[in-house]
């Protein structure tokens, strides 16, 4: 019997509206890397709220090497040497790597004076002994955010932590970022730490961890060793139903050429050159998708493309008819539909009811304006019509739309989107904060749409859903499409390598 | 549904914030009201009992309501849009001098025409001075706080210019006793442009009702418009994209909202409610222009909508409670011989704003908390 480092024991936490943590259980040996998986809401993140102390359970209790604790705030946990990076890195950009590390707990001179040697130097024994290599004296704002996440861990090794909790961390990562933080947490595992690892990428459970424990609806659903489960397992105890994984594409059907794009080029906010000479064609029936490290153009290009932004030059045509730089209006009435990247700023308005969201965009028009005043008959029934047809939860139109979950959000943009039959679909990053079951529904509506013709342009930073969903892949770096790939003929490890803009030169004589 | 049951009570206690905050300030004004030596339930009877204990009463509590409404209306307005337009009392000055102008000038023209015409005049002077800032916010993005404060001032000279340039002669008895200096003032406005007091429709109606009354008809133009601006909030097209530009304007964009149209048209309304003002102060009160008549109610009706949460109904109901407190204020500081001045009860007016402040902030973090679904 391996010795234990955690054991939270019958933990249950109470919010009005819902039991976030039923009679929880939760232990996790010393050494190990522990994945902790669910959908969203399941109630993960309260658990490890509670064991770093940012919650107080109503009742249970958790012992730490065997020794019962009374985690009352952040700060007993760091005392406990339970250390946590969050999804959200808390890091001040205008500091250095060593400064941000040290903050709140400096080495100092005669007690007045901040002893910056010593820590440069501890930084670097630290780095040095996970295996790689950080610049003490970078500032937070010039390093990427795969090492930003590296600083991250340092400063929570820095306070002394054996128990990480590591929230989410590679939602932000290249895959190419993902596999050196693997080999991080697999070197700290060496040292003896202990690593839970909250997830809902069930790849990287059976990569990474040794156990696995899975939460639904705030209880724990089970607990098996990594080696002992495979992913349709984890996936169906996680959904509380069996999930099909393997998305069952139907042959490609190819019409005629629906969205053009020549020679586009605009600027970002910053008024650099954010899209540079991009040009695309988009079949009927078919998904392009784009994949690319954020940032790289991305949000620009569909930001042309749907009239929120202006093109310097090039053009936009849909079917015959040129579009560039339309207003975003104009673009809707053409029957281009956008479900946005940033859903909660761009997608939705969050004070508005369900039925006052699912009008956006055709607002204006009969039969939700007529004459003097919007049509609250139609309005809402347009609006049971979508919550019964797309099954968003709870069904009452009259919810605020910031009442609902991440997915049900998603639910309603898609259900606005798609209807009314638009000739072109964006979605950019449409899964993104998703759970499984919310996943599934996504994608299953994009292929739908791509089944009965229509174009399909998908943005997304995860090479998976790019591979499962596109017939044809984009790579962009730096607002350029480095290249365009049949899936079946390339693969992530390409895919990636590519977004980094790492083989460009390997990638140059090849004429396409 | 039992939860749905508690997420609604949250709702209703978000709601009542307001109530609560001046049943706490009423109370904090009882302390200071102890603190001088004085008896605050007679102090408290005495106020209430003549504000609103009969006819009289009422009648000057609704007159003085009426402007608060206009300009809490104002601000309310811009803010469903996300503006705070602190420029009311600015858009005030220049809608009500523009009435009294037209009230003045074109003196031949029949009531059923100059009225509307004065009407019509007060609101589009403040809706086209609230104009200004939202087309610079609209066009380049300068904040509508610094450009409303400015346009204040230049509001007030300019007022301040043109009343000297139509200042009335001062007439024979003036003269006769000597008299100088006045403060500067227009002429009177036409008979047909003076809105009738409440008094004469009570007497119509044989109710009994003091004649030297003021409160008069714009008392019922105010109450339109609270109800003109739910309605174009909540149930026009217009409103929906306002509003919608308030809560997200970046929402509003990729919805096709032109955001920089409707910060225009938003300004533009909610300065029109301030220009009307001038109904009441001019057209149904003073009946010409005088300098330092009104000032300050323009900055008045930011409390106001903020003790109203921003809603016309909620801005309707604050405004006569300041109405109350206004009136009821000054006969208790007769009663009381100047023992309880007038700013005692301005204040438990500061009181009460700050209370909403806080309790408003205090219940937020309480639904925050109890509504965290992890």
């Known amino acids: ?512 | 549904m039992k939860s749905i049951k508690k997420f609604d009570y949250y709702i209703l206690l978000e709601k009542i914030t307001p109530l609560i905050a001046v049943i706490f300030a009423l109370l904090v004004g009882a302390i200071v009201i102890m603190l001088i030596g004085e008896d605050p339930v007679f102090v408290y009877k005495t106020l209430f009992s003549n504000a609103i204990g009969n006819r009289d009463g009422w009648g000057n509590v609704l007159f003085r309501a009426t402007p608060l409404i206009f300009t809490g209306l104002t601000v309310a307005f811009a803010f469903r849009c996300g503006l705070f337009n602190i420029g009311g009392e600015g858009q005030m000055y220049i809608g009500t001098f523009l009435a009294t102008w037209v009230g003045f000038t074109f003196t031949n023209l029949p009531a059923f025409i100059l009225i509307p015409l004065c009407i019509f005049a007060a609101a589009a002077g403040g809706a086209l001075w609230a104009a200004v800032p939202g087309i610079l916010k609209a066009k380049t993005g300068v904040h509508e706080v610094i450009v409303t404060i400015m346009m204040n001032w230049i509001a007030a000279s300019l007022t301040f210019f043109l009343v000297l340039k139509f200042r009335a002669t001062p007439n024979e008895a003036m003269v006769a006793a000597g008299v100088k200096q006045m403060i500067p003032h227009t002429s009177e406005i036409a008979e047909a442009a003076r809105l009738p007091r409440l008094y004469n429709i009570f007497k119509f109606l044989n109710i009994d009702f003091p004649s030297y009354n003021q409160v008069n008809v714009s008392f019922f133009i105010a109450i339109a418009a609270a109800v003109l601006a739910y309605y174009i909030l909540w149930k026009t097209n217009l409103g929906y994209e306002i509003r919608a530009v308030g809560y997200s304007p970046l929402a509003a964009e990729y919805g096709g909202i032109s955001v920089g149209k409707n910060i225009i048209l938003a300004m533009m309304i909610s300065g029109a409610f301030a220009g009307l003002v001038g109904t009441n102060e001019v057209m149904g009160f003073k009946y010409r222009w005088r300098q330092e008549l009104f000032t300050g109610l323009g900055f008045n009706g930011i409390a106001v909508a903020l003790l109203g949460k921003n809603h016309p109904l909620g801005v309707v109901l604050s405004a006569i409670l300041f109405g109350i407190l206004n009136y009821g204020g000054a006969i208790v500081n007769i009663y009381t011989e100047g023992r309880i001045p007038r700013e005692l009860i301005m204040v438990l007016q500061a009181v009460i704003v700050i209370f909403v402040v806080i309790s408003d902030e205090v219940v937020k973090r309480l639904i925050r908390q109890r509504r965290k679904v992890v």
């Open chain 1, 1 to 512: 019997m391996p010795e234990i480092a955690l054991e939270m024991k019958n933990i249950t936490k109470r919010f009005p509206l819902v039991v976030a943590n039923d009679k929880v259980n939760f232990t996790v040996y010393k050494g190990e890397i522990h994945a902790l998986v669910g959908e969203n809401g399941a109630g993960k993140s309260t658990l490890m709220s509670i064991l770093y102390g940012l919650y107080q359970a109503d009742s249970g209790q958790i012992f730490i090497n065997g020794k019962k604790a009374n985690i009352t705030n952040p700060k007993v946990a760091i005392n406990l040497k339970i250390g946590m990076v969050h999804q959200h890195f808390m890091l001040v950009p205008p500091l250095t790597v060593a400064e941000n590390i040290i903050l709140g707990m400096e080495p100092k001179k005669n007690n007045i004076f901040i002893d910056m040697e010593k820590a440069v130097k501890r930084v670097e024994e630290l780095s040095k002994s996970m295996g790689f290599k950080i610049d003490p004296k970078a500032k937070i704002e010039n390093i990427s955010v795969g090492v930003q996440q590296r600083v991250e861990i340092i400063k929570v090794l820095y306070r002394g932590a054996e128990i990480l909790v590591m929230d989410e961390p590679t939602a932000v990562l290249t895959p190419q970022e993902v596999e050196e933080l693997f080999d991080i947490l697999k070197s700290l595992k060496k040292q003896g730490k202990t690593i839970i690892f909250i997830t809902h990428k069930l790849n990287e459970v059976k990569d990474l961890s040794d156990r696995v424990t899975v939460m639904r609806r705030g209880k724990v659903v089970g607990v098996k060793n990594t080696k002992d489960t495979n992913q349709e397992e984890i996936a169906s105890m996680m959904v509380g139903r069996k999930v099909i994984f393997d998305i069952v594409k139907k042959p490609l059907n190819l019409g005629r050429t629906a969205f053009k794009v020549e020679k586009l080029e605009a600027f970002n906010n910053k008024r650099f050159p954010a899209v540079r000479n991009i040009s695309f064609k988009i079949k009927e029936g078919e998904i392009l998708g784009f994949a690319g490290v954020e940032g790289n153009g991305q949000t620009e290009l569909v930001e042309v493309i749907t009239g929120l932004r202006p093109a310097s030059s090039g053009k936009i045509f849909l079917y015959d008819s040129d579009i560039t730089n339309y207003s975003p209006r104009n673009i809707r009435e053409d029957k281009i539909a956008h479900i946005p990247e940033d859903r909660r700023q761009r997608g939705i308005i969050s004070d508005y009811t369900v039925a006052e969201n699912l009008i956006l965009g055709s607002h204006y028009r009969l039969p939700y304006n007529k004459g003097l005043s919007l049509n609250f008959t139609e309005i809402n029934h347009h609006a049971e019509s979508l919550i019964k047809n797309y099954d968003i939860r709870p069904s009452d139109k009259d919810n605020l739309l910031k009442s609902l979950s991440g997915g049900n959000q998603q639910k309603v943009i898609v259900a606005r989107e798609l209807f009314g039959e638009p000739k072109l679909l964006i979605a950019a990053q449409p899964t993104r904060g998703l759970d499984v079951g919310s996943i599934e529904f996504v994608h299953n509506q994009i292929l739908n749409e791509r089944d009965k013709g229509k174009a399909i342009l998908l943005i997304s930073a995860d090479l998976e859903e790019i591979f499962s969903l596109s017939d044809r892949i984009a790579v962009i770096y730096e607002g350029k499409i480095v290249d365009i790939l049949d899936p079946q003929k390339t693969n992530e490890k390409e895919i990636g390598l590519l977004m980094t803009g790492s083989s460009l030169n390997r990638k140059l004589p090849k004429v396409k």
